[in-house]
Each structure stands twice: as C-alpha cells, then as structure tokens.
C-alpha cells in the first residue's frame, strides 16, 4: 500500500507564496503520473497540475505561470510551488499518484488565501 503524505499548507495573504510537498511511502519512478488536484468547498476536485515519470509537466490555464510542479527523487517528493497567490486559490490541495491500474491520494493540505 503506497502512501503519500502532503504538507506545507496554510494560510497565506494575496500575492504571497506556499510550497507543498508530497512525501510518498516507496520510489515515484514507479508511479505513471504524480500531480496535485483542489478541491474549494462547495465545489468539485479539480486538477491543477501534473507531471509524468519522463518529467514532462502539465498545468491547469488557472494557475499557469505562477505554479510549478516538481520533483526531489532522491526524497521520493512531488513538490507544488506556488505564487502571486489568489484568494480563488483557497483549497484543500490533494497530492495524487497513478501506478496504471490504481490511483493513490493524500490526505490534503489546507490552502487558504486571504485578501
């Protein structure tokens, strides 16, 4: 059972920056694709931002440019670095992992951004 645990939420002004970070429980290389999804109350989990086992990265238009998606092997961690922040921002962030016929999920990290 591999598990993936987020941390470095919280609360964070306009304008303002928070890094996250996704420590799974074995090796990313085995995972297909790692990313991050939110999901705001009241609303639906949407995808933010994903990267692939070659490294190729992907990004919701909503938060091109001012996140970015990255990775420390050696540290089996999926980071999410975050700026010019909005308080549309405000989230649970979820770190999601998929091993081709399973996908695995963290706990979430809250987000919130004040004005």
């Known amino acids: 059972q591999v598990q993936l645990v987020e941390s470095g939420g919280g609360l964070v002004q306009a304008g303002g920056s928070l890094r996250l970070s996704c420590a799974a429980s074995r090796s990313i290389f085995v995972f297909r694709l790692m990313g991050w999804y939110r999901q705001a109350p009241g609303k639906e989990r949407e995808l933010v931002a994903t990267m692939t086992s070659g490294g190729t990265t992907d990004y919701a238009d909503f938060v091109k440019g001012r996140f970015t998606v990255s990775r420390d092997s050696a540290k089996n961690t999926v980071f999410l670095q975050m700026n010019s922040l909005k308080p549309e921002d405000t989230a649970v962030y979820y770190c999601?992992?998929?091993?081709?016929?399973?996908?695995?999920w963290g706990q979430g990290t809250r987000v919130t951004v004040s004005s």
């Open positions: 999601y992992a998929n091993e081709i016929t399973f996908d695995y």
